[in-house]
């Protein structure tokens, strides 16, 4: 004799929800496309003005002023190119250019060197007034960066670095979000890393290049990106302390080129464009260091 059982309600639910043409596919469809409609805006929001500047660039300038503005160019040009590499008398774009890049790569350098050893000792070194110091350094952050404008001038001056690259590279470099940045890292590395180095024998400038160092590649490559950025973006500052037009850095030169060329929209998005290059370069390269490093630190937003 055979019983017959009624299915029970959740087993009934189960195969509901897992048939074809339920509710939730539809439901699961309308969060997937509202997910991409988002990345899409966020795309175009951020990569908009980029696109906009090179479409710019590459119009004769009459298009360029035009009004209603046009999209796309009707017979694209590279005149404006050409215009920024013959300015090499009173605007050497690309000497410029040199500048910035010499000038973020060093003050680069120095943020890294100094915002490792000082985050490693308030991370993994224990001596007296360490919390207090690090409380210390950590309230400068809400300090705003024009107060340091002519403190930083007057010591420049003093040093005798004014219209030298040193003046854009050395201020800056012992910024304190650098050592928050890199203590909150190194304060998650595991201890036991440490421990079998020192019972293996090394010494604690081993143990920090050899094992500390290594293991914060994610970290290192976002502050990397992060100071080297604030350094290449930097506008007030250069204008401040050099003086010299062949010692101006990119940002700080566009401004003279802008007045050179008054109406002259082609050249002054070429030359923004061309601002804006190294910086997605560099992004592209570190993206996967960076997203690996602001995850791990405890920065999320």
């Not at 059982?5 to 469809?29: F, I, M, N, V, Y």
């Not at 003050?107 to 919390?131: E, N, P, Q």
């Not at 293991?215 to 204008?239: C, G, H, M, Q, R």
């Not at 002259?264 to 464009?273: E, H, L, N, Q, T």
């Amino acid at each position: 004799m055979t019983l017959l059982t009624r299915p029970s309600r959740s087993s009934e639910d189960d195969r509901a929800t897992t048939a074809p043409g339920s509710r939730g596919a539809p439901r699961g469809l309308a969060r997937q496309g509202m997910f991409w409609l988002f990345l899409l805006v966020l795309t175009v929001i951020f990569v908009g003005p980029i696109v906009w500047m090179f479409l710019t660039s590459i119009k004769t300038n009459p298009e360029a002023t035009a009004v209603p503005p046009t999209l796309l160019p009707s017979s694209p040009t590279f005149e404006a190119y050409e215009g920024l590499l013959r300015l090499d008398g009173a605007y050497p774009v690309l000497r410029w250019f040199l500048n910035s890049l010499l000038a973020a790569t060093l003050h680069m350098v120095l943020v890294l060197a100094v915002a490792s050893t000082a985050a490693y000792a308030l991370a993994r070194l224990h001596f007296r007034g360490r919390g207090v110091l690090f409380v210390v350094i950590v309230s400068t952050l809400f300090v705003p960066g024009f107060v340091f404008l002519i403190p930083n001038y007057l010591i420049i001056d003093r040093l005798g670095w004014l219209d030298t690259v040193w003046a854009l590279a050395v201020p800056g470099a012992a910024g304190a979000f650098g050592v928050f940045f890199l203590r909150q890292f190194f304060a998650m590395l595991p201890g036991e890393l440490e421990e079998a180095a020192l019972i293996d024998g090394a010494n604690q400038w081993q143990v920090f290049t050899r094992v500390v160092l290594p293991n914060s590649k994610p970290a290192l490559a976002t502050l990397a990106v992060l100071s080297f950025l604030s350094n290449w973006n930097d506008f007030i500052w250069p204008i401040y302390v050099l003086f010299s037009p062949e010692r101006l850095t990119l940002p700080a030169g566009l401004r003279l080129l802008q007045g050179a060329y008054t109406t002259d929209y082609p050249v002054i998005m070429a030359g923004a464009f061309v601002a804006s290059v190294p910086v997605l370069i560099l992004f592209l390269f570190t993206q996967r260091y960076v997203i690996e490093g602001v995850s791990r630190s405890g920065l999320k937003g």
